[in-house]
């Protein structure tokens, strides 16, 4: 096995078309909803679950992908309140996200969508890799 321990969850959805990243106008809505319900098979506890997208200058591929990850338990008092934004339906992140982004400056972002306790999903943007920051993302 990899010697990562029992728990220890790391998946990817990918779309099946040819889209670039957080930056193509292309990019598909209902991934983010495809993604949570593969990471609710998986992880179990939804307050868990952290979704990623990386900025395109931190990603090895240039095909969009969706990490499914384990948020750090310790992360959700560190959230920096002026780049998060709280959405109903994950159909909204990528608005969402766009708008943080734009209002932030950023050129290349990434995006973490997490629940929180009463339901809704925040939404985070990052010019670093929120995978790094914030995840669970290697067990090395």
């Known amino acids: 096995m990899c010697g990562c321990p029992k728990g220890f969850i790391h998946g990817l959805v990918i779309p099946r078309a040819q889209i670039a990243g957080v930056e193509d106008p292309q990019r598909p809505d209902g991934i983010w909803r495809i993604a949570w319900d593969a990471a609710v ?14 900025p395109s200058g931190l990603r090895s591929q240039n095909q969009l992908h969706v990490h499914i990850v384990r948020l750090r338990s310790d992360i959700r008092r560190h959230f920096n309140e002026r ?25 290349d972002y990434g995006v973490l969508v997490a629940r929180q306790r009463g339901g809704e999903f925040l939404v985070l943007v990052e010019e670093g890799s929120p995978e790094k920051l914030y995840t ?5």
């Open 41 to 54: 098979k998986r992880i179990g506890d939804e307050t868990d679950i952290a979704l990623v997208v990386n």
């Open 83 to 107: 780049r998060i934004a709280y959405v109903r339906s994950l159909d909204e992140v990528w608005r969402v996200a766009a708008k943080k982004a734009s209002a932030a400056n950023f050129g």
């Open 136 to 140: 669970l993302w290697t067990c090395k």
